[in-house]
């Protein structure tokens, strides 16, 4: 069965930097999800999409923006990044009520 | 606000031994409880979900209660093995359930099942 995909895998990113990561839900999935967890922490809801809407927002930075496009993919655009932004970022997709996850993009900021 | 709590942090077990995890919310509203497993730096597999209408879940080993009214859920693992370590998160819904709602995360158990 499909699985959400997630891209890249790994980034290695200097501070003031940008990235940007990928996030291709399970199809017919209407929504998407973006989770930050950072090392030995529990996983912190950033922001959904729903019908490539924004649909509701966490604890995200100003400094990161999000879409979801017309093929319900999801990019996730971080900019001015910090040390502290080193992380592992999910991406969830549903369809009613169960989330699925992604791998995760583990980004490491130097 | 919602808070999720998670009893024991960390957990070890011999192979073959029956276990509880415990999962505890403070708003009982939810909509929906879902319990992960999370291997080190990998991605959350799901493996049990629990809508407030349901009280358990069961899929092969694995059992999940939910008591809305106490506010608490169970994952009950029986016969573990060694493939059962992971870190085991749950996860819970607000009860305005539309597709936007945000998951809060309880802190995860650590579960570690010794050959």
């Known amino acids: 069965a499909a699985g959400v995909i997630q891209s890249p895998r790994h980034l290695i990113k200097e501070k003031r930097e940008t990235a940007t990561l990928k996030c291709y839900p399970i199809?017919?999935?209407?929504?998407v999800y973006w989770y930050q967890q950072g090392p030995g922490q529990d996983p912190q809801f950033l922001i959904s999409?729903?019908?490539?809407?924004?649909?509701d927002k966490g604890s995200i930075p100003d400094r990161f923006s999000a879409q979801q496009f017309s093929d319900y993919h999801s990019e996730l655009n971080m900019s001015s990044l910090e040390l502290g932004d080193s992380a592992l970022y999910f991406c969830?997709?549903?369809?009613?009520?169960?989330?699925?996850f992604g791998p995760g993009t583990r980004l490491t900021v130097l | 606000k919602q808070e999720v709590t998670q009893i024991p942090a960390a957990l070890s077990v011999p192979e073959g031994e029956n276990l509880v995890l415990n999962c505890s919310f403070t708003?009982?509203?939810?909509?929906?409880l879902q319990w992960f497993r999370q291997d080190p730096g990998k991605g959350l597999t799901s493996l049990l979900l629990?809508?407030?209408?349901?009280r358990e879940q069961t899929s092969g080993r694995l059992n999940a209660s939910l008591d809305k009214s106490s506010g608490r859920s169970t994952l009950y693992i029986a016969a573990s093995q060694p493939g059962d370590s992971a870190t085991y998160l749950c996860?819970?819904?607000?009860?305005?359930?539309?597709?936007?709602?945000?998951?809060?995360f309880g802190p995860g158990t650590s579960l570690s099942v010794i050959p």
């Open positions: 969830a997709s549903s369809l009613s009520n169960e989330q699925f």
């Open positions: 999409f729903y019908e490539k809407m924004q649909s």
């Open positions: 708003d009982s509203a939810i909509y929906n």
């Open positions: 629990i809508q407030s209408s349901q």
């Open positions: 996860a819970v819904w607000g009860e305005m359930k539309t597709s936007y709602d945000k998951v809060i």
């Open positions: 199809p017919r999935h209407d929504t």
